[in-house]
Structures are given as structure tokens and as C-alpha cells.
């Protein structure tokens, strides 16, 4: 185990860079997206423009597939999503033309997110930071919001999805009348919405708001068994295996049908012209994928050597165990993970070995 003002990983693997798939290697990715993002999103406040946290979802059901955006694959709902944003908001579509010069839009930060639950299966979305030139008066935000709705919606329509709803009349309803296909809310500070107040809501802890939204889907768990992120399906399904020997059990299908399905999809999008306007403002960590899942930065500490024997058999095969340990580190260090291990019923200095002064062993994890 690994810490550093970056937060915690895993050392002394193989890195593969792949961002969708790997604990390791996306984390340590993600870290910096999530640190690329704040910094810009800060920059940009200060310079007085207006931000902007959007979500745009497909309406599914269990039945339907992940599908895939390989060529001569192409389907499913991977496709529906990818085809409603580009019918929606390319840039060379006539609509995307006229709103972002209605609105003043400078450009816009996208990132890729899904999660599995065995009665609805598969929930593909995007999560958007839209930025213009200036914040929004209020009668313009509303504009905005129905204008961005209204295009998904049709979008969506016109990608083989089904519609989505732009309101909503059903009482108590979380989307508060805004329809469940489109949510976008003002981050701007001083705002007073909760939402608004997010994006700098754990600055005093040293940790980013809009960041960790945009940038950390490792770190969200799902709704239990309703709804789980995919290092959750990925923990269920090898507990599956381990348990049953079977490959064609629920959870290891779908995970496997991710693994297919993900493959080719851009996690992170950010518009040329949003990359034009932050030239001039905050300097950006530009490293590749690959180039951030091979360096191992200097200022990670290791505090923790954990056997293989210990990995496989005490952690990889039960659920959310990976993940409570980047936590545990992140927060505590040491001792995190040493109070942690042992409430497994692990043995401190046995099992799970305090790290020496020069790393930790080629043949440990």
C-alpha cells in the first residue's frame, strides 16, 4: 500500500493503464484527472465564468444490453449514449451552433460513468461541467437547463433510445420537477443551492469537490445489490467464481460483458476550446494514461506490504475489500489499514506486514 498528497494505490504490479478496468492503474489516473479538473474549475471561477454540473442519462430496463462501440459490434446502450451526445451537442451540428452562442457556452469538461444492478441492469450516463463566459442570470440558467433537456431528449429519440422525460409532476420526486433524463445545476460560488456549494464543500480537508464528482467513480459505491459501481461488480463477480467455479453465474457476466463493452470509450472529454481558455489560466498535468499508470511519483510512501497469499485468498474475494482499503489508507495511513485488517480477523506483522524504509519486495503486492 501506497500514500501521497495524490491519495493512496496499490504498488509493486503490472500496470496496464486501462482506466475502465484496472483498481490500479485507474486510480492513479483518475487522481490526476480529478486534480486536472478542480484546478480548472477553480481557475475559471476566479476568472468569472460560469460553472455548471450537468448529468444526462438513458431510460433502461434490465433486458437491454451493454453493448459495444467496436466496429462491426456496434449496439446496445454504450452506442445509444455515445450517438445521443453527439446528436445532441457535436460541434458540427447546427443546434450545438446556436446554443452555445445563445448561452455564451466557452466549452465543457465530459466524463463517462455506469453502473449494474441485477433487477435494472445496466445505468450508462455522462456527467458534464459546462463552462460560459459568464455566470447566468436566472431566467437565462432556466433557458439553459430546458434548452439542454430538450435536446437530449430528442437526441436520444433520434439515437434508437427511449424518451426520456424533461418534467416531472409525480410528488416528492428527487428531480424536483426537472424530468429524469437531464439534471444540471450552478456551481457557482455563493450560490445557494446545495449543489452550488459542492464544488468547494471539502476544501478544507485538501480534497477536491468537482473533481472527485467528475473524476472518482472508483471511489462511489452503488446502492447495495440494487445498483453497485464497477469495482463492486468486479469484487462480487470474482467471489462468485471462487465460490461456485462457475463462469456463467449473474455477476460474473455482467461483469464480463462490461469488460467487452467498455473497451474503446473515452472516460474523460474535454473541449478544445475550454483547453484554449485554460492555457491562459492554470497549468495542467497533460501525461498520457500510460504515462500516469507507470509512474509510481515520488512523493508515494509505501506503509503496508501485503503477501500475495493474503491478496488473493483475504481480499480479492471479498466484496468491496480493495476499495476500503484505499480509503482507509487515504484517511488514516497506517494506521487505517492495520485497524482494518484486523477487524477482518487478519494478523498485524503475519498477514499484512508493515512496509521497510526501502518498499516493498518485487514478489509482494
Same mark, same amino acid.
Given at each position: 500500500? *501506497?500514500?501521497?498528497?495524490?491519495?493512496?494505490?496499490?504498488?509493486?504490479?503490472?500496470?496496464?493503464?486501462?482506466?475502465?478496468?484496472?483498481?490500479?492503474?485507474?486510480?492513479?489516473?483518475?487522481?490526476?484527472?480529478?486534480?486536472?479538473?478542480?484546478?480548472?474549475?477553480?481557475?475559471?471561477?476566479?476568472?468569472?465564468?460560469?460553472?455548471?454540473?450537468?448529468?444526462?442519462?438513458?431510460?433502461?430496463?434490465?433486458?437491454?444490453?451493454?453493448? #459495444?462501440? %467496436?466496429?462491426?459490434?456496434? &449496439?446496445?446502450?454504450?452506442?445509444?449514449?455515445?450517438?445521443?451526445?453527439?446528436?445532441?451537442?457535436?460541434?458540427?451540428?447546427?443546434? /450545438?451552433?446556436?446554443?452555445?452562442?445563445?448561452?455564451?457556452?466557452?466549452?465543457?469538461?465530459?466524463?463517462?460513468?455506469?453502473?449494474?444492478? @441485477?433487477?435494472?441492469? /445496466?445505468?450508462?450516463?455522462?456527467?458534464?461541467?459546462?463552462?460560459?463566459?459568464?455566470? *447566468?442570470?436566472?431566467?437565462?440558467?432556466?433557458?439553459?437547463?430546458?434548452?439542454?433537456?430538450?435536446?437530449?431528449?430528442?437526441?436520444? *429519440?433520434?439515437?434508437?433510445?427511449?424518451?426520456?422525460?424533461?418534467?416531472?409532476?409525480?410528488?416528492?420526486?428527487?428531480?424536483?420537477?426537472?424530468?429524469?433524463?437531464?439534471?444540471? %445545476?450552478?456551481?457557482?460560488?455563493?450560490? =445557494?443551492?446545495?449543489?452550488?456549494?459542492?464544488?468547494?464543500?471539502?476544501?478544507?480537508?485538501?480534497?477536491?469537490?468537482?473533481?472527485?464528482?467528475?473524476?472518482?467513480?472508483?471511489?462511489?459505491?452503488?446502492?447495495?445489490?440494487?445498483?453497485? #459501481?464497477?469495482?463492486?461488480?468486479?469484487?462480487?463477480?470474482?467471489?462468485?467464481?471462487?465460490?461456485? &467455479?462457475?463462469?456463467?453465474?449473474?455477476?460474473?457476466?455482467?461483469?464480463?460483458?462490461?469488460?467487452?463493452?467498455?473497451?474503446?470509450?473515452?472516460?474523460?472529454?474535454?473541449? =478544445?476550446?475550454?483547453?484554449?481558455?485554460?492555457?491562459?489560466?492554470?497549468? =495542467?498535468?497533460?501525461?498520457?494514461? $500510460?504515462?500516469?499508470? $507507470?509512474?509510481?511519483? =515520488?512523493?508515494?510512501?509505501?506503509?503496508?506490504?501485503?503477501? $500475495?497469499?493474503?491478496?488473493?485468498?483475504?481480499?480479492?474475494?471479498?466484496?468491496?475489500? %480493495?476499495?476500503?482499503?484505499?480509503?482507509?489508507?487515504?484517511?488514516?495511513?497506517?494506521?487505517?489499514?492495520?485497524?482494518?485488517?484486523?477487524? /477482518?480477523?487478519?494478523?498485524?506483522?503475519?498477514?499484512?506486514?508493515?512496509? @521497510?524504509?526501502?518498499? @516493498?519486495?518485487?514478489?509482494?503486492?
Amino acid at each position: 500500500m *501506497l500514500t501521497g498528497s495524490r491519495g493512496a494505490s496499490f504498488g509493486g504490479v503490472r500496470t496496464c493503464h486501462s482506466v475502465h478496468m484496472c483498481p490500479w492503474c485507474g486510480a492513479k489516473i483518475l487522481a490526476v484527472r480529478a486534480e486536472n479538473i478542480q484546478a480548472a474549475a477553480d481557475a475559471l471561477h476566479e476568472a468569472g465564468y460560469g460553472l455548471y454540473l450537468g448529468s444526462h442519462v438513458l431510460r433502461h430496463y434490465g433486458r437491454q444490453q451493454y453493448g #459495444s462501440l %467496436r466496429r462491426g459490434q456496434r &449496439g446496445g446502450l454504450v452506442v445509444v449514449l455515445h450517438d445521443s451526445w453527439r446528436g445532441a451537442f457535436g460541434s458540427a451540428g447546427r443546434p /450545438w451552433r446556436r446554443l452555445r452562442d445563445e448561452f455564451g457556452i466557452v466549452g465543457y469538461e465530459r466524463a463517462f460513468e455506469d453502473t449494474w444492478g @441485477p433487477a435494472t441492469g /445496466w445505468h450508462l450516463h455522462w456527467h458534464v461541467l459546462w463552462v460560459t463566459s459568464r455566470p *447566468l442570470t436566472e431566467e437565462e440558467f432556466e433557458r439553459f437547463r430546458r434548452r439542454l433537456a430538450e435536446m437530449w431528449r430528442d437526441a436520444v *429519440l433520434g439515437a434508437g433510445g427511449y424518451e426520456v422525460s424533461t418534467t416531472c409532476d409525480r410528488p416528492g420526486c428527487p428531480c424536483e420537477g426537472r424530468g429524469h433524463g437531464t439534471d444540471v %445545476r450552478p456551481i457557482n460560488a455563493g450560490e =445557494q443551492d446545495a449543489a452550488a456549494r459542492y464544488l468547494y464543500k471539502d476544501g478544507d480537508k485538501g480534497r477536491a469537490g468537482i473533481g472527485l464528482e467528475l473524476a472518482r467513480g472508483d471511489l462511489k459505491d452503488g446502492r447495495g445489490h440494487l445498483r453497485m #459501481s464497477p469495482l463492486q461488480l468486479g469484487d462480487l463477480a470474482a467471489a462468485e467464481l471462487a465460490e461456485t &467455479g462457475e463462469t456463467d453465474g449473474p455477476f460474473v457476466t455482467a461483469y464480463r460483458e462490461r469488460e467487452f463493452g467498455v473497451n474503446g470509450i473515452r472516460k474523460h472529454y474535454r473541449t =478544445q476550446s475550454l483547453n484554449r481558455t485554460l492555457d491562459g489560466l492554470v497549468e =495542467q498535468d497533460e501525461r498520457t494514461d $500510460a504515462e500516469i499508470a $507507470a509512474d509510481d511519483g =515520488q512523493d508515494l510512501v509505501p506503509i503496508a506490504v501485503i503477501p $500475495a497469499e493474503t491478496w488473493y485468498r483475504h481480499i480479492v474475494r471479498h466484496t468491496g475489500r %480493495r476499495l476500503a482499503l484505499l480509503r482507509a489508507t487515504e484517511s488514516l495511513g497506517e494506521v487505517g489499514v492495520r485497524t482494518l485488517i484486523e477487524g /477482518w480477523g487478519l494478523e498485524w506483522g503475519r498477514d499484512v506486514l508493515p512496509a @521497510p524504509a526501502e518498499g @516493498p519486495p518485487a514478489s509482494q503486492a
